[in-house]
């Protein structure tokens, strides 16, 4: 019966380690900023997502490109990104010709928690980077 309890607590804990082991790599890997998104309701949904940058534009990435706040992004592309406490408004449009590009900024901004996260993603290879403008 003991051999059973194991099981049990083994079945119910290693999901949980997993779950937890990749949000507390998400939230300490690097910076985190606050997406403001439109919910199908009308509402207003916050997400923690990763954000890069270089000269050549700044990116988020969170979801589907048939997900509903990334298709009403161009019939209103404005966008609202949390940084540092800060809210502020963005021009957004999703950029799926940059995906080798975001990939390649967030692996050398996250690095080690980047690449954990992506061992769980179910299917790292495909992306929908946002090109963010002020």
Do not use: Q
């Not at 998400?26 to 998104?37: A, D, F, P, Q, T």
């Amino acid at each position: 019966m003991k051999w059973l309890i194991r099981i049990v607590v083994l079945i119910i804990a290693l999901p949980l380690l997993m779950f937890g082991s990749i949000m507390l790599a998400s939230e300490l890997g690097g910076e985190v900023v606050v997406l403001h998104r439109e919910a199908v309701d009308g509402s207003t949904d916050e997400v923690r997502v990763w954000i890069v940058e270089d000269e050549n534009g700044t990116w988020i990435e969170h979801g589907d490109p048939t997900d509903y706040w990334i298709t009403k992004l161009t019939a209103d592309p404005s966008l609202t990104i949390e940084r540092d406490g800060v809210a502020r408004e963005y021009r957004a449009s999703a950029d799926p010709g940059s995906c080798a590009v975001y990939n390649k900024l967030r692996d050398a901004k996250y690095g080690l928690a980047d690449r954990y996260v992506d061992l769980f993603a179910p299917d790292s290879d495909s992306c929908t980077p946002i090109r963010l403008e002020r």
